[in-house]
T-cell receptor
Framework: AQTVTQSQPEMSVQEAETVTLSCTYDTSENNYYLFWYKQPPSRQMILVIRQEAYKQQNATENRFSVNFQKAAKSFSLKISDSQLGDTAMYFCAFMKQFVQGAQKLVFGQGTRLTINP | ETGVTQSPTHLIKTRGQQVTLRCSSQSGHNTVSWYQQALGQGPQFIFQYYREEENGRGNFPPRFSGLQFPNYSSELNVNALELDDSALYLC?????????????????FGPGTRLTVL
């Protein structure tokens, strides 16, 4: 079974600073996908960024980027030039690549990120 | 394009009762997944429906059941409610791409239903 671990329950930074959220996972699969989701107080889970395990290049989406270390099973999220709107719970998630059958997300426990003015 | 919607927003039930939660998938999506998110935790996979059939299930007892309708909307039913069933229930829809090839379906989440069991 796959597990996802986020070791930082809470983090707090000043606006415009850079912050890195950590995530490790455990799997015996070779083909899989990793995601970072954001859940603001509105509760709607929003996809921030995704990474395919077969790609060596780290994914980037505007101010968000990942550091994917497949051998170490590490998948951290870096937020540059943080903004007040980045305040939310952030979840790291894993999905095994299926040919058929349920494609389920396995989530970590989350990191509560607060951006202070 | 309409996103994923869920109803009701909040619900209060007492132990032993039954509850039905509803989800309308995003336009064009034929797969619906349900997750339970306890307070302060990450979501846990309950089950997934694809073309009106259960396509996979997590570690939840049979009193958690579901349906998917021809328009791809879905219901989550929970019988004999227990206090530990208090949680945010999230629905996510997705659309398989690539036919039979191994692909990942990005899941789009609704705002959730907050269930409180007293």
């Amino acid at each position: 079974a796959q597990t996802v671990t986020q070791s930082q329950p809470e983090m707090s930074v000043q606006e415009a600073e850079t912050v890195t959220l950590s995530c490790t996972y455990d799997t015996s699969e070779n083909n899989y996908y990793l995601f970072w989701y954001k859940q603001p107080p509105s509760r709607q889970m929003i996809l921030v960024i995704r990474q395919e395990a077969y790609k060596q290049q780290n994914a980037t989406e505007n101010r968000f980027s990942v550091n994917f270390q497949k051998a170490a099973k590490s998948f951290s999220l870096k937020i540059s030039d943080s903004q007040l709107g980045d305040t939310a719970m952030y979840f790291c998630a894993f999905m095994k690549q299926f040919v058929q059958g349920a494609q389920k997300l396995v989530f970590g426990q989350g990191t509560r990120l607060t951006i202070n003015p | 394009e309409t996103g994923v919607t869920q109803s009701p927003t909040h619900l209060i039930k007492t132990r032993g009762q039954q509850v039905t939660l509803r989800c309308s998938s995003q336009s064009g999506h034929n797969t619906v997944s349900w997750y339970q998110q306890a307070l302060g935790q990450g979501p846990q996979f309950i089950f997934q429906y694809y073309r009106e059939e259960e396509n996979g299930r997590g570690n939840f007892p049979p009193r958690f059941s579901g349906l998917q309708f021809p328009n791809y909307s879905s219901e989550l039913n929970v019988n004999a409610l227990e206090l530990d069933d208090s949680a945010l229930y999230l629905c996510a829809s997705s659309f398989p791409r690539g036919g039979g090839r191994a692909v990942v379906n990005e899941q789009f989440f609704g705002p959730g239903t907050r269930l409180t069991v007293l």
